[in-house]
């Protein structure tokens, strides 16, 4: 079936730093990518979306400043939490899909950030 | 807005059969989706409706009735392994496809 691979799978790191996500499709391509950000115990939250070759559509609320996305291939998505904070640890997650409607999602493992 | 509503938390027998309801107020629908999420680990595709009606998967099934805004998970002879977070998650027919995620029921499955 298709994978779509996160990296890395955990992050620990001080206050201020900037933390690199990466989220490829490694068997299809994948014009469209999601990123999801997730509390313990709570639903997925629907970050933005990432379009191959165009600027991200990013969910009210969230800062595109903060969190910068970059999809420059049909295969790698990547977000950047910038000069991060503790209140940025959480569980994120990307998934891609294979282009249509009632294709599923298929995630990747998700990265555990916690900031010092 | 978008909303979607599913139970906390339900707790079934191994064996038995347990029905996950979600019902759901959208902008939009394309189809309905539920996936399997076990504690820190990513979601897993389980089922899609776009039709109303049931589909069946083997041990699971799932139901959809669009006028009603409803749809509903259906396990049956659980095992323990089936103790997880389900969620339900619509797919808008908005451009991209965007996926809203209801906050999932925890499943516990016991002996």
């Known amino acids: 079936g298709a994978v779509v691979s996160q990296h890395p799978s955990w992050v620990i790191c001080k206050s201020g730093t900037s933390v690199k996500i990466e989220c490829r499709s490694l068997?299809?391509?994948?014009?469209?990518m999601f990123w999801y950000r997730q509390f313990p115990k709570q639903s997925l939250m629907l970050m933005a979306t990432?379009?191959?070759?165009?600027?991200?559509?990013?969910e009210q609320g969230v800062e595109k400043d903060k969190f910068l996305i970059n999809h420059a291939s049909l295969t790698l998505s990547t977000l950047t939490v910038t000069s991060a904070h503790p209140e940025d640890s959480s569980f994120y997650i990307c998934?891609?899909?294979?282009?249509?409607?009632?294709?599923?999602?298929?995630f990747g493992d998700g990265t555990r950030l916690s900031i010092l | 807005g978008q909303n979607i509503d599913q139970p906390t938390e339900m707790t079934a027998t191994e064996g038995a059969i347990v029905q996950i309801n979600c019902t759901y107020q959208?902008?939009?629908?394309?189809?309905l989706f539920w996936y399997q999420q076990h504690a820190g680990e990513a979601p897993t595709f389980l089922s899609y409706?776009?039709?109303?009606g049931l589909e069946e998967k083997g041990r699971f099934s799932s139901f959809l009735s669009r006028s009603k805004g409803y749809s509903y998970l259906l396990l049956k002879e659980l095992q323990m392994k089936d103790s997880a977070s389900y969620l339900c998650?619509?797919?808008?027919?908005?451009?991209?496809?965007?996926?809203?995620f209801g906050a999932g029921t925890r499943l516990f499955v016991k002996a």
């Open positions: 068997d299809f391509q994948a014009t469209t």
């Open positions: 998650a619509v797919t808008l027919n908005t451009g991209g496809f965007k996926t809203i």
């Open positions: 990432s379009n191959e070759g165009s600027k991200a559509t990013y």
């Open positions: 959208t902008s939009g629908f394309n189809g």
């Open positions: 409706n776009v039709l109303d």
């Open positions: 998934s891609a899909s294979q282009g249509s409607s009632n294709q599923p999602q298929h």
